[in-house]
């Protein structure tokens, strides 16, 4: 994958991302976490395999790598890990995303463990201290609405492997 840039910054621009389809970790896609930014943050964890955890980090790395080829440090990926171990996909934005169904029709709420995928823009950044890609979510398709037993890794308990 290539990274697209401006003509007249050569900084790196947006690359579109569309998420496997996992299952929905703690989504805030109604109303924003106002935790630690008082203007409020959506987000959205998606627990998907391992596989695709790998591939989707590749991808990441990649974009990075394109867009910054010189940079040698260690890279921050919007991916995150549990205190149980389980790693997820992170996506975050300052704007309401939209949320759709598998009919295209609004959904009012995604629960925790809800069969959902995300569409986003994945960008690369580099600072003095830090460097990575920022995953930006614009818009969660819900597969299925009904939510599923989280797998007890991701839950905050040992024991059974990803239901997919």
Known sequence: MSTITTAKTSKPVDIFFKSPVGLARYPRTQHADTRFNEKGVYSVGL????????????????????????????????????????????????????????????????EHG???????????????????????????DVLDAKPEPMPAAASGFMGDPLPF
């Open 114 to 140: 809800a069969r959902i995928r995300f569409i986003g823009r994945a960008r690369p950044f580099r600072t003095p201290l830090i460097a990575g890609v920022a995953l930006y979510l614009s818009a969660v």
């Open 47 to 110: 627990l998907i395999t391992p596989e695709e955890l790998a591939e989707v980090q590749s991808t990441f790395e990649e974009i990075f790598r394109n867009a910054f080829p010189a940079e040698k440090a260690p890279i921050r990926l919007p991916i995150k890990t549990d205190d149980t171990g389980a790693r997820y996909l992170v996506a975050k934005s300052s704007f309401k995303p939209k949320t759709l169904d598998a009919d295209r029709q609004p959904v009012d709420t995604v």
